[in-house]
């Protein structure tokens, strides 16, 4: 698969946090979550890569081409939607489009239109008096409309109810059955991910803790439930992640092997993204 997106020992400054030299790649044709908790990370790396931030160090390659040297090319093949909205309040959703639109060379209005009718939006409506789910979904129409091949969102989904959460998350899929397109979403409500992502990058305070399959990170690791009998100075250090109770343990391994030879009458199960993800964060 190609990569649509290459960056290299990227490093950025802000105030107290910084980005410590991310690598990592984006592979067409896949749905990247970009986890972590508030804080970690995720919009820094996201506002630097798109150029709204200045970086320090590093290089930024979409579609195999250097950001700064070719932003137009590549600002008409990605859709950005991020969490601010960006969005003039006293303007209709039809007058701010008009200022988008000629900013992208394949604008299809009959796409932006059929994304309207879809969301039910009104076109004389002002943007001020939307809700956040209705920005959401205006939002992911400007993206969409121009035939973008990467659609890049900045925790899209926080602060809106499951039932609208649950419709973008077949909007993401409805716009992957097109060949050639890739998502990177970034979001702290990882559950959002369980359905749709095909790889995950974690990052945590600056620096990019893992960065592979979903299915093949949820393998390695496992939910283990026993007997606090079970759980002495050895078998500690099996965990990531351990949590007691008066009832009993609950853990998360990446030594799945290890604590099934060692450890009898337990419980093991499929963890989650979210406990994944925890446990390494509690680690750091």
Known sequence: MKAVLEVNNLKKELGSFSLEQLTFSLKEGCITGFIGVNGSGKTTT???ILGLYPKDDGSIK???KDMEKNEYEIKNRIGVV??????YEEMTLKEMKSII????????ESVFLNYINRFNLKLNQKIATLSKGMRMKFAITLALSHHADLLIMDEPTSGLDPLIRNELMEILLDFMEEEGKSVFFSTHITSDLEKVADMLI???NGKIVFNESKDELLERHALIKGDNRLINEHS???FLRLRQTPFGFEGITNKVDQVCEQ??????????????????????
Request: no cysteine; glycine share 4%.
């Open 46 to 48: 996201i506002k630097t």
């Open 62 to 64: 979409f579609f195999g």
């Open 82 to 87: 991020l969490d601010e909205g960006y969005f």
């Open 101 to 108: 639109a000629p900013a992208y060379t394949n604008w299809d």
């Open 202 to 204: 974690l990052i945590d």
């Open 236 to 238: 500690t250090k099996l």
């Open 263 to 284: 450890m009898k009458d337990i419980i093991i199960e499929r963890p989650s993204i979210e406990d994944v993800m925890l446990a390494y964060v509690k680690e750091r």
